[in-house]
């Protein structure tokens, strides 16, 4: 998974401020660190349906089916009901994840 490089931006900012004498600045980028970091978490661990999973690792929703029958990929649902988190996802190289890029420059669809 890829990790988000926000966090220690923002707390190498946190530091250069507080070496400057700006202690509520500083705080602040360090509160901002932690929301992110905290956000990240919680994203990784939300439960995904087969279909959502499809979209975000570029597999479809069969052979996600498969791999978590086969128990190659943990089921976070139920027998029926498979859900994958997002942590456990499988990417398919040259994925790049929710189809949002098209939504990013105007398309539609």
Do not use: Q, W
């Not at 990790?3 to 500083?26: I, K, V």
């Amino acid at each position: 998974m890829i990790t988000n490089p926000l966090p220690a931006e923002f707390r190498t900012t946190a530091a250069d401020r507080r070496s400057e004498g700006d202690e509520h600045a500083a705080r602040i980028y360090e509160i901002c660190a932690n929301r992110v970091e905290t956000y990240e978490r919680e994203r990784a661990l939300e439960c995904l349906t087969l279909n959502e999973a499809a979209g975000e690792s570029g597999f479809s929703v069969s052979h996600l089916g498969r791999l978590v029958s086969e128990g190659r990929v943990p089921n976070a649902g139920e027998r029926y009901s498979p859900r994958i988190r997002r942590e456990d996802l499988p990417r398919k190289p040259g994925a790049c994840g929710p189809k949002l890029l098209g939504k990013a420059r105007g398309e539609n669809g």
